[in-house]
């Protein structure tokens, strides 16, 4: 056998598994992950939802069950979005300040159930109210600021009232997480975090998660408040405005689009930095897993490899469930 002579050999590092794994620069682990579940009322619901495989509507019943099953796979966190009936949604988003509606209750529950849990509630009106807009509209449909922003601290203190660890206000809104902030202290709730969407994309990523919810826009469009796909300078601006009000982590939405935000972000900040995978960018990889193109488990695996190694802390994935099986049988 001819040898070339070569003093360095990058493939030695790559020869088996086991080598792999001990010079990797970005391992995915457990408590990576925040799995987000979508409750609604009633009882023994389990509902799969069409565009969003192995993603499910659940009842409180079973769901305090299936994190049981988590927990015992290494889940830590979860964050909790409601379905809620068209009958209890108005032009104000009334029903968020309800203390039994159903985020309310799964938020006491869940926490009552797994008080070694995070739980991390969405603050947001989108679910409530009948425009599907994150705040309250003035005459030319537009949403107004400051007066959405105080709806959303009476919100972010009446989930801190059920128990939450964490409230994540996903509005975009100018100023928010210093009034939460400031809610919450007022309160007496010095503990409860803010993980703030500080960088929340005007995103065509977002219709499946709007199917499930019921909160697709009935006028206008969300441009006005989330930010332009075009713009990632403005993202560090975000960010830092958000960090001087109080934020204790920042999250960028979606993730798998926007990498390069996520890394200059990352370069920027001290802050804990949390990635959503979003219900458009996890529904492509199912679709084209579903027609035999891609192998689901090692394109999502792959895309979350990328997530935390462009700089992630922590990722909000629909395809935590399958990925903490995976890490429990040690998938490479």
Same mark, same amino acid.
């Given at each position: 056998?001819?040898?070339?002579?070569?003093?360095?050999?990058?493939?030695?590092?790559?020869?088996?598994?086991?080598?792999?794994? /001990?010079?990797?620069?970005?391992?995915?682990?457990?408590?990576?992950?925040?799995?987000?579940?979508?409750?609604?009322?009633?009882?023994?619901?389990?509902?799969? +939802?069409?565009?969003?495989?192995?993603?499910?509507?659940?009842?409180?019943?079973?769901?305090? $069950?299936?994190?049981?099953?988590?927990?015992?796979?290494?889940?830590?966190?979860?964050? /909790?979005?409601?379905?809620?009936?068209?009958?209890?949604?108005?032009?104000?988003?009334?029903?968020?300040?309800?203390?039994?509606?159903?985020?309310?209750?799964?938020?006491?529950?869940?926490?009552?159930?797994?008080?070694?849990?995070?739980?991390?509630?969405?603050?947001?009106?989108?679910?409530?109210?009948?425009?599907?807009?994150?705040?309250?509209?003035? !005459?030319?449909?537009?949403?107004?600021?400051?007066?959405?922003?105080?709806?959303? =601290?009476? +919100?972010?203190?009446?989930?801190?009232?059920? =128990?939450?660890?964490?409230?994540?206000?996903?509005?975009?809104?100018?100023?928010?997480?210093?009034?939460?902030?400031?809610?919450?202290?007022?309160?007496?709730?010095?503990?409860?975090?803010?993980?703030?969407? *500080?960088? $929340?994309?005007?995103? *065509?990523?977002?219709?499946?998660?709007?199917?499930?919810?019921?909160?697709?826009?009935?006028?206008? !469009? $969300?441009?006005?408040?989330?930010?332009?796909?075009?713009?990632?300078?403005? &993202?560090? /601006?975000?960010?830092?405005? !958000?960090?001087?009000?109080? #934020?204790?982590?920042?999250?960028?939405?979606? #993730? =798998?689009?926007?990498?390069?935000?996520?890394?200059?972000?990352?370069?920027?900040?001290?802050?804990?930095?949390?990635?959503?995978?979003?219900?458009?960018?996890?529904?492509?990889?199912? #679709? &084209?897993?579903?027609?035999?193109?891609?192998?689901?488990?090692?394109?999502?695996?792959?895309?979350?490899?990328?997530?935390?190694?462009?700089?992630?802390?922590?990722?909000?994935?629909?395809?935590?469930?399958?990925?903490?099986?995976?890490?429990?049988?040690?998938?490479?």
């Amino acid at each position: 056998m001819c040898s070339l002579g070569l003093l360095k050999r990058p493939r030695r590092n790559r020869r088996t598994a086991a080598i792999r794994d /001990l010079v990797a620069e970005t391992t995915l682990l457990p408590q990576d992950f925040i799995c987000p579940f979508f409750i609604k009322e009633g009882k023994n619901i389990r509902e799969e +939802i069409t565009n969003l495989p192995q993603v499910y509507q659940w009842s409180l019943d079973l769901l305090l $069950k299936e994190i049981e099953r988590l927990c015992l796979l290494g889940l830590r966190a979860v964050i /909790l979005f409601p379905i809620i009936p068209e009958h209890l949604k108005d032009a104000y988003g009334s029903y968020s300040s309800n203390p039994k509606n159903i985020l309310c209750k799964g938020i006491f529950e869940i926490k009552k159930a797994f008080p070694n849990l995070c739980v991390i509630s969405d603050i947001a009106l989108d679910p409530y109210t009948t425009h599907g807009h994150d705040g309250i509209l003035d !005459d030319k449909g537009e949403v107004i600021n400051d007066e959405s922003v105080r709806i959303f =601290g009476n +919100i972010a203190t009446l989930h801190a009232e059920m =128990g939450v660890d964490i409230v994540a206000p996903s509005d975009m809104m100018d100023g928010r997480v210093s009034y939460i902030r400031s809610m919450l202290d007022q309160s007496g709730w010095y503990q409860v975090l803010i993980l703030s969407y *500080s960088v $929340k994309y005007a995103s *065509s990523l977002y219709g499946p998660f709007r199917d499930v919810l019921g909160s697709h826009l009935q006028i206008g !469009d $969300k441009r006005n408040y989330q930010m332009n796909p075009q713009n990632a300078l403005e &993202a560090l /601006l975000e960010c830092s405005l !958000d960090e001087q009000e109080g #934020a204790d982590m920042l999250m960028i939405k979606p #993730a =798998g689009y926007y990498l390069d935000v996520l890394y200059r972000v990352r370069q920027k900040t001290t802050l804990p930095l949390a990635a959503y995978q979003v219900s458009g960018e996890y529904s492509m990889m199912a #679709a &084209a897993s579903t027609l035999g193109w891609v192998s689901k488990e090692a394109v999502l695996y792959e895309s979350l490899v990328a997530i935390k190694r462009s700089g992630a802390d922590m990722i909000i994935s629909y395809a935590t469930p399958m990925i903490l099986e995976m890490l429990s049988h040690h998938y490479l």
